[in-house]
């Protein structure tokens, strides 16, 4: 079967019962590996977060290359390979949520190491 109807016929197949959930750092990080029942997720462009287990046995590129961008930001390296694949509606079944923003994100680097507030 191709990947399309796989995905058409497969009832939750992110295993989130259709809900979207705000993906935190640290939960995508826990994702980087391929686990045989729990998801191993990829984020692609404006930060959606996809469950992409299943999808893996399916990528023309192979299990290696996408796992490669398994529990991180997977654009960069997407857009190097195949800025034209259409992984919006390729992975429609698949979307997790998007990533929560941190608050600390934003200060990343200035704030965060000032003295006073090194408690963030
Ligand atoms: C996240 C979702 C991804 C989707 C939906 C996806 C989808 C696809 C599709 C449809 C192709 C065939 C393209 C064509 O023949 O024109 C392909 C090929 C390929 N992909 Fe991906 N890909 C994803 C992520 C990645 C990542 C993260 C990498 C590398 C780090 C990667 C590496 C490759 C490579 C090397 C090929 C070429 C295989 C070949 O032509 O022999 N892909 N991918």
Known sequence: MDWIRVAKS???LTG???????VTEEELQKHN????????YEVTQASMVYNVSLYMDFHPGGEEELMKAAGIYGTDLFDQIHR?????????ECLV??????????LKGT???HPSVSGL
């Open 10 to 12: 497969v009832r939750d």
């Open 16 to 22: 989130m019962r259709g809900r979207l959930i705000d």
């Open 33 to 40: 590996i391929r686990a045989t029942v729990g998801p191993a």
């Open 84 to 92: 034209w694949v259409n992984y919006e509606s390729m992975l429609k």
């Open 97 to 106: 949520g998007r990533m929560a923003l941190k608050a600390s994100t934003a």
């Open 111 to 113: 704030v965060t190491h």
